[in-house]
C-alpha cells in the first residue's frame, strides 16, 4: 500500500510538471466539473513560483487559503521537492500568493512569502491511520493583507457533511495543465467515510471527499486548495487538497488534510512557537 501511494504522488508529480516545465514540480491537482467560484472568497490564495529564468510569476504553482492576515495555508508537497516525503522545503525557489481576487493574474493583494514551515510529521512514504502523512505547510508573507482570513472550523468534518472545493487547476478530464483557467473554480461535494479513500491511504488527520458522478473533482493541479463548510452561514476551512488514487481527475475520492486536526500546530506557527517532530 506505501508504495502505491508513492506511485500516486509519482503519477500526479509528472501532470503538474507539464504545467511548469519543470521535473521537480509540485503535485498539483486540479477541479473538473466545476464551476466559476461565487460569493466572498476574499481568503482564497494562488500560489505562483517566482522563476526569473522563464519570466516572473510565470508558473502557477498550488492554491491555499488565508488563515491569518499574515499566513497562508497550504500542503507540504506544494513546497518540498521529494515526493517520497521530506520536512526540508523546496530548496533555491521562491514563491509569491495572490489573495483576494477571484482572478489569479490580477488584483486583490500580492505578497511574497517570506518563510515556509513545514509540518514535522510530513512524509508520503506513511498513509494508514497508524502512520499520518501529515501533509501540511504555512507560508508567512512579507506583509499583512488588508483581507479578512477564513475561520478554521471548530472541528473536523464528517462523512455526510456538504463542502465546496476550491481551487484554480486544470478543469479538463485527461488533467491536461496546459491552459489552466484564469478564474477561481469551485465544485460542490461531501464527505465520505474514510474507507472510501483506502486506495489512497487515507490517514489520520485527513477526511475523504467525493467525486460527484464518478466523474468530478480534484486531479492534477490544485493541491492546497482549500474545502469548505458553510456553518451558519460563515465559511470556515475544513481542509486543504493532499491526493488521490487514480490517474484521472475526478476517476475516485479525494484525501484532503483536515485543516481542524492541525490547529494547535497552525496557531503554534504563527505564534513563532516550534513544534516537536
Not at 493583494?109 to 512524509?123: D, F, R, S
Not at 452561514?233 to 490517474?247: F, H, I, K, N, Y
Request: overall charge negative; aromatic content about 6%.
Amino acid at each position: 500500500m506505501k508504495a502505491q501511494l508513492t506511485a500516486v504522488a509519482t503519477s500526479l508529480l509528472a501532470l503538474a510538471a507539464a504545467s511548469t516545465g519543470t521535473a521537480n514540480a509540485a503535485v498539483q491537482p486540479d477541479i473538473v466539473g466545476g464551476s466559476q467560484a461565487t460569493g466572498d472568497t476574499s481568503w482564497a490564495a494562488s500560489m505562483i513560483y517566482d522563476a526569473p529564468a522563464y519570466g516572473r510569476f510565470a508558473a502557477p504553482w498550488c492554491g491555499g487559503v488565508l488563515l491569518f492576515r499574515s499566513w497562508v495555508v497550504t500542503n507540504a508537497h506544494c513546497v518540498t521537492d521529494n515526493p517520497a516525503g521530506t520536512r526540508v522545503p523546496t530548496a533555491a525557489k521562491t514563491f509569491s500568493v495572490r489573495v483576494g481576487s477571484k482572478d489569479r493574474t490580477q488584483g486583490g493583494e500580492l505578497a511574497k512569502v517570506v518563510k515556509i514551515v513545514v509540518h514535522p510529521g510530513w512524509q508520503w512514504s506513511a498513509g494508514a491511520p497508524e502512520q499520518p502523512v501529515d501533509d501540511v505547510a504555512m507560508l508567512q508573507l512579507d506583509h499583512p493583507v488588508n483581507l479578512q482570513p477564513i475561520q478554521l472550523a471548530g472541528h473536523a468534518a464528517k462523512p455526510g457533511d456538504r463542502i465546496t472545493l476550491y481551487g484554480w487547476g486544470s478543469d479538463e478530464p485527461d488533467g491536461d495543465t496546459t491552459n489552466l483557467p484564469t478564474r477561481l473554480q469551485q465544485l460542490r461535494t461531501k464527505v465520505l467515510p474514510p474507507e472510501r479513500c483506502a486506495d489512497a491511504q487515507q490517514s489520520a488527520g485527513e477526511i475523504c471527499t467525493d467525486n460527484p458522478h464518478g466523474t468530478d473533482g480534484p486531479g492534477g493541479g490544485d493541491s492546497g486548495g482549500p474545502a469548505v463548510q458553510r456553518i451558519n452561514g460563515v465559511p470556515q476551512l475544513v481542509g486543504t487538497c493532499s491526493r488521490a488514487a487514480a490517474q484521472y481527475p475526478g476517476q475516485s475520492p479525494t484525501i484532503y488534510t483536515s485543516s481542524p486536526d492541525f490547529r494547535q500546530w497552525l496557531y503554534d506557527t504563527a505564534r513563532g512557537v516550534s513544534a516537536a517532530a
